[in-house]
């Protein structure tokens, strides 16, 4: 009984795996509004209501991987080091991301397709905003989580906030530069820069900057 249970969900993950995979291929392809679910059940030879069995919505064959992106600071801050405190691992984790040419740092090959879908989509872009709101909200009840912080504590909403900020403006950056077609190697160093300086403004303050 385990093994057939074992098989039937296997079968069940590879199903929604190539639904997902489909569906993005045409989605990069002719762009979302231009595709519906009824052609990606029918490129994937699978009916409309098993498309929807597994994604709730045509926005969730586009991000099906929203559960990670949203967890993604959370985690990190879950799992920081000994001693380390949560800025420190969130730069570290975003100068490896600029090393490892990961999508958060905004310097993954072929990411600009991605985000020109994105871009071009009123439905898509709408969604994003919804999925940063709550990815930022987890965000704030991890810091509060992990520094025990009383209910009206303002600062891990405060602090989630300034630290979303940081790391969605820095991806920005390597982004549009990519997108206007230079290479990682012109874009790295100078992105590596501006985080190093944008994580030590969050590191020791804003208080002084600015003053004439």
Known sequence: MSEQLGLRER??????????DIAMGLF????FDNVTVAEVARVADVSVNTVFNYFKTKEDLFLDRQEWYEDEPSRIVRERRPGESVIAALRRDFL????QRHWRSGL???MEVFIRTINESPALTAR????????EARFAETLADETDADDDDIRPALVAAQISAVTRTLAAIGM??????????QIA??????????????????????VR
């Open 11 to 20: 079968k069940k993950r590879e199903t929604r795996q190539r639904i997902s």
């Open 28 to 31: 990069m392809t002719r762009g």
């Open 96 to 99: 490896d991301a600029i090393e």
């Open 108 to 110: 993954q090959e072929g």
């Open 128 to 135: 994003m905003r919804e999925l940063a709101e709550r990815r």
């Open 176 to 185: 549009r530069r990519k997108m206007a077609g230079e290479t990682f190697e």
């Open 189 to 210: 160093s100078d992105v590596r820069a501006q985080a190093e300086l944008a994580f030590d403004l969050l590191e020791k303050g804003i208080g002084d900057y600015g």
